[in-house]
């Protein structure tokens, strides 16, 4: 095989020890996961939003970021309750580019993935200890979920990883919510194919063990978008789309139908101003059927400092160096109006 060992990476148990919660970010975990459950099985009428940077690249900008959120989220807590985004890894359609701060915990330096496996273990610590949120990450790298197990709220299966069988064996015993996206080409029954998968239990091997669990009844579905096979973006957010996933969960026995509608990659086809008007849109389609309503669950939105993105070592301060972001100023303003909406 040709594959050069580097060096073994700490275990997850080893680097919990060595970088262990405090008791008051524990209470904090167990809060929202129960705030989380009820919005899911819809005890809980508020509307999630998973909200942040397309990458979490900058420590300190991500955590201004946060902070900001907090006091926003204050104000809204009786119509929202917001999940922040902080994706450390990231696919890349072509293998090229900065794969996350898993990957490079500084965008400008060589990869390092102890160093990345230990930043982004801070990173969401810092969260929770500074601005009182656990957060979403996606799970590129179903083998690295035990890393943050104990600090995230929300883990999301990328487009490109939601056909793959171990995903969806690990997703079936991941303890939060689970988001399956339909992948880029659209096709929704492997969505949903994912999902049921996801929600029964399932023996496999898992980090050297033969591991077994229970099935996960928080997965969901992920509208995204759509990319034909001439490069075309196609939104799939649509009152009609969302009317049809009612069907497709309406002909299968799933626990907790949901859906996050992420309102930005080919659903704004990446025009990430867009997610602003294709936001409201969808919760005019909740108000339009209370069928709709329950099954929407929350919104997807990539937000930052400051609009747009930028290349890797552009020098703007909590400006995007993945996809573009909706910046400081328009997020704050969208969720006052989301909030007023919902």
Same mark, same amino acid.
């Given at each position: 095989?040709?594959?050069?060992?580097?060096?073994?990476?700490?275990?997850?148990?080893?680097?919990?020890?060595?970088?262990?919660?405090?008791?008051? =970010?524990?209470?904090?975990? =167990?809060?929202?996961?129960?705030e989380?459950?009820?919005?899911?099985?819809?005890?809980?009428?508020?509307?999630?939003?998973?909200?942040?940077?397309?990458?979490?690249?900058?420590?300190?900008?991500?955590?201004?970021?946060?902070?900001?959120?907090?006091?926003?989220?204050?104000?809204?807590?009786?119509?929202? *309750?917001?999940?922040?985004?902080?994706?450390?890894?990231?696919?890349?359609?072509?293998?090229?580019?900065?794969?996350?701060?898993?990957?490079?915990?500084?965008?400008?330096?060589?990869?390092?993935?102890?160093?990345?496996?230990? =930043?982004?273990?801070?990173?969401?610590?810092?969260?929770?200890?500074?601005?009182?949120?656990?957060?979403?990450?996606e799970?590129?790298?179903?083998?690295?979920?035990?890393?943050?197990?104990? *600090?995230?709220?929300?883990?999301?299966?990328?487009?490109?990883?939601?056909?793959?069988?171990?995903?969806?064996?690990?997703?079936?015993?991941v303890?939060?919510?689970?988001?399956?996206?339909?992948?880029?080409?659209?096709? $929704?029954?492997?969505?949903?194919?994912?999902?049921?998968? =996801?929600?029964?239990?399932?023996?496999?091997?898992?980090?050297?063990?033969?591991v077994?669990?229970?099935g996960?009844?928080?997965?969901?579905a992920? $509208?995204?978008?759509?990319?034909?096979?001439?490069?075309?973006?196609?939104?799939?957010?649509?009152?009609?789309?969302?009317?049809?996933?009612?069907?497709?969960?309406?002909?299968?026995?799933?626990?907790?139908?949901?859906?996050?509608?992420?309102?930005?990659?080919?659903?704004?086809?990446?025009?990430?101003?867009?997610?602003?008007?294709?936001?409201?849109?969808?919760?005019?389609?909740?108000?339009?059927?209370?069928?709709?309503?329950? $099954?929407?669950?929350? $919104?997807?939105?990539?937000?930052?400092?400051?609009?747009?993105?930028?290349?890797?070592?552009?020098?703007?301060?909590?400006?995007?160096i993945?996809?573009?972001? *909706?910046?400081?100023?328009?997020?704050?303003? *969208?969720?006052?109006?989301?909030a007023?909406?919902?």
């Amino acid at each position: 095989m040709n594959m050069q060992q580097i060096r073994p990476l700490p275990m997850p148990e080893d680097l919990k020890a060595e970088y262990p919660l405090r008791p008051e =970010a524990k209470q904090i975990k =167990a809060s929202r996961d129960e705030e989380i459950r009820r919005v899911f099985n819809g005890e809980d009428d508020r509307l999630l939003l998973m909200i942040g940077p397309c990458s979490a690249d900058n420590e300190s900008a991500v955590l201004e970021y946060l902070c900001r959120l907090r006091k926003v989220q204050d104000q809204v807590s009786d119509r929202i *309750l917001m999940i922040p985004r902080i994706y450390t890894n990231k696919p890349r359609t072509m293998g090229t580019g900065y794969k996350g701060m898993l990957h490079q915990p500084d965008p400008n330096r060589a990869e390092d993935m102890v160093k990345g496996i230990i =930043a982004i273990r801070e990173l969401h610590t810092r969260a929770v200890e500074d601005a009182g949120f656990t957060c979403a990450d996606e799970m590129l790298y179903p083998e690295n979920h035990p890393y943050l197990s104990d *600090l995230l709220a929300y883990v999301a299966v990328g487009a490109r990883s939601v056909e793959d069988q171990l995903h969806r064996l690990t997703a079936s015993g991941v303890q939060i919510p689970v988001g399956m996206k339909n992948p880029t080409e659209g096709d $929704l029954s492997v969505m949903m194919n994912s999902i049921v998968a =996801a929600q029964h239990g399932h023996t496999f091997i898992y980090r050297g063990w033969e591991v077994r669990t229970q099935g996960n009844p928080y997965t969901h579905a992920i $509208l995204r978008g759509y990319v034909d096979r001439f490069g075309h973006n196609h939104p799939n957010y649509h009152y009609e789309h969302l009317r049809a996933l009612l069907d497709l969960y309406g002909n299968r026995s799933l626990s907790h139908p949901a859906v996050v509608v992420d309102v930005n990659h080919s659903n704004s086809g990446k025009q990430y101003e867009e997610q602003i008007r294709i936001s409201k849109d969808i919760i005019h389609s909740c108000h339009v059927s209370e069928d709709i309503r329950g $099954l929407v669950k929350g $919104l997807m939105i990539e937000s930052y400092l400051e609009d747009g993105c930028q290349s890797v070592g552009g020098g703007v301060y909590g400006k995007s160096i993945t996809d573009p972001c *909706l910046g400081w100023d328009k997020t704050e303003k *969208l969720i006052y109006e989301l909030a007023e909406l919902w």
